[in-house]
């Protein structure tokens, strides 16, 4: 079984930083992929930022400059440092992790989100 923990969310202003973190635990896999996504009332969960352990971080063009997603070639932990906040920003934050299990399947677990508020 997989667990997944984002922490470091919470309360802050406009122009300010937040770092988010996720924690995989359980055995019998590798990560092969990190990600981390948003999703605000009424909207679908988009992705900000992806990392795998062969490729390139990815990043949404709302975050380009401002978001930093760093690991150790996605492996455990992964952070999300975001710069700059504005007030769209505002969203409960999900980490999305992509497995490999010893069986050879592929499949994704999600953490339980943490929110993200920023005020003017």
């Known amino acids: 079984q997989v667990q997944v923990v984002e922490s470091g969310g919470g309360l802050v202003q406009a122009g300010g930083s937040l770092r988010l973190s996720c924690a995989t635990s359980?055995?019998?896999?590798?990560?092969?992929?990190m990600g981390w996504y948003r999703q605000v009332p009424g909207k679908q969960r988009e992705l900000v930022a992806g990392?795998?352990?062969?490729?390139?971080?990815v990043y949404v063009d709302s975050v380009k400059g401002r978001f930093t997603i760093s690991s150790d070639n996605a492996k455990n932990p992964v952070y999300l440092q975001m710069n700059s906040l504005k007030t769209e920003d505002t969203a409960v934050y999900y980490c999305?992790?992509?497995?490999?299990?010893?069986?050879?399947?592929?499949?994704?677990?999600w953490g339980q989100g943490t929110q993200v508020t920023v005020s003017s």
């Open positions: 359980g055995s019998g896999f590798s990560i092969s992929a």
């Open positions: 990392i795998s352990r062969f490729g390139q971080p």
């Open positions: 999305n992790v992509d497995v490999r299990e010893l069986s050879g399947k592929e499949t994704h677990y």
